[in-house]
């Protein structure tokens, strides 16, 4: 069975125009690695509403990248929401990183094996990985997924 891989935005923002080359580059690598064999696509309705929210030549550009990346979307439940809550409620995500807490509550909920972001602030950091691991143990969730850069992620792909 393969394993799934979420994505805030797909690694999103990353294969936006105004993006550096070498993140895109990076970007589409993973999302080639992501053949349903190796692994899976997996994103919420909140990476699609979130991309929406983008001006419209990026949201195209956007849109257009998920769609080839053939994602699993799972909604966002109400347990999903939940589980956002109770990370900003024990502070491990400031309030105005709502979508954060978001984006690692529906990887928890949904069981994906890993996470992807560049976003170093708040989510792939080691003691933040601890943080989000302490607060799903806490609201019954014993598995959290394993939260890493696209790079780590292309690394754990081609190692299978």
Same mark, same amino acid.
């Given at each position: 069975?393969? @394993?799934? /891989?979420?994505?805030?935005?797909?690694?999103?923002?990353?294969?936006?125009?105004?993006?550096?080359? *070498?993140?895109?580059?990076?970007?589409?690598?993973?999302?080639?690695?992501? *053949?349903?064999?190796?692994?899976?696509?997996?994103?919420?309705?909140?990476?699609?509403?979130?991309?929406?929210?983008?001006?419209?030549?990026?949201?195209?550009?956007?849109?257009?990248?998920? @769609?080839?990346?053939?994602?699993?979307?799972?909604?966002?439940?109400?347990?999903?929401?939940?589980?956002?809550?109770?990370?900003?409620?024990?502070?491990?995500?400031?309030?105005?990183?709502?979508? *954060?807490?978001?984006?690692?509550?529906?990887?928890?909920? /949904?069981?994906? *094996?890993?996470?992807?972001?560049?976003?170093?602030?708040?989510?792939?950091?080691?003691?933040?990985?601890? @943080?989000?691991?302490?607060?799903?143990?806490?609201?019954?969730?014993? @598995?959290?997924? /394993?939260?890493?850069?696209?790079?780590?992620?292309?690394?754990?792909?081609?190692?299978?």
């Amino acid at each position: 069975m393969s @394993q799934g /891989f979420t994505s805030k935005p797909v690694c999103g923002g990353s294969l936006a125009p105004r993006q550096p080359r *070498d993140r895109k580059q990076v970007v589409r690598r993973l999302l080639s690695l992501l *053949d349903g064999i190796r692994g899976a696509c997996v994103i919420s309705d909140a990476v699609v509403g979130e991309v929406a929210l983008a001006a419209p030549e990026t949201a195209a550009v956007l849109s257009r990248e998920i @769609q080839q990346a053939r994602p699993v979307v799972y909604a966002v439940t109400d347990a999903v929401k939940a589980l956002a809550l109770a990370y900003l409620a024990a502070g491990v995500v400031p309030e105005r990183r709502e979508l *954060d807490a978001l984006h690692v509550a529906a990887a928890t909920c /949904f069981a994906t *094996d890993y996470l992807v972001s560049w976003n170093h602030r708040h989510m792939t950091r080691p003691l933040k990985r601890t @943080q989000y691991e302490a607060v799903n143990r806490l609201n019954g969730y014993l @598995q959290t997924p /394993f939260i890493c850069n696209p790079v780590e992620a292309c690394d754990e792909l081609r190692g299978r």
